[in-house]
């Protein structure tokens, strides 16, 4: 049987994140620990992390056509939306980024 880790996530200032029937909760998720891991542990595939490195480059040189543009655009968006995720996964492990 695998090992749940309860997950209790409060939004600042100490107030619950969940209302009920008018009544203010705390919300309780059980999370196997192994997705926790995976999710802090996460990372772009290598080919897609050359690919940003190399747009960054040709973004820093100036020398992005519009189609690259709005290809950085889009891995950028979504490395900042998967650092978000990790590092909420991380607080919850308790563990500080490497």
Not at 44 to 60: I, Q, W, Y
Not at 71 to 97: C, G, K, N, T, Y
Request: glycine share 6%.
């Amino acid at each position: 049987m695998k090992r749940l880790h309860p997950i209790r996530h409060r939004v600042k200032g100490g107030e619950p994140n969940v209302r009920f029937g008018g009544f203010a909760v705390t919300a309780v998720v059980s999370t196997p620990l192994p997705l926790l891991e995976a999710v802090a542990a996460m990372g772009f595939p290598p080919k897609a992390d050359r690919r940003l490195a190399r747009l960054m480059d040709r973004n820093t040189e100036g020398l992005l056509s519009p189609d690259e543009r709005d290809e950085i655009d889009s891995l950028v968006e979504l490395s900042e939306a998967m650092s978000l995720v990790r590092a909420q996964a991380l607080h919850v492990l308790q563990r500080s980024p490497v």
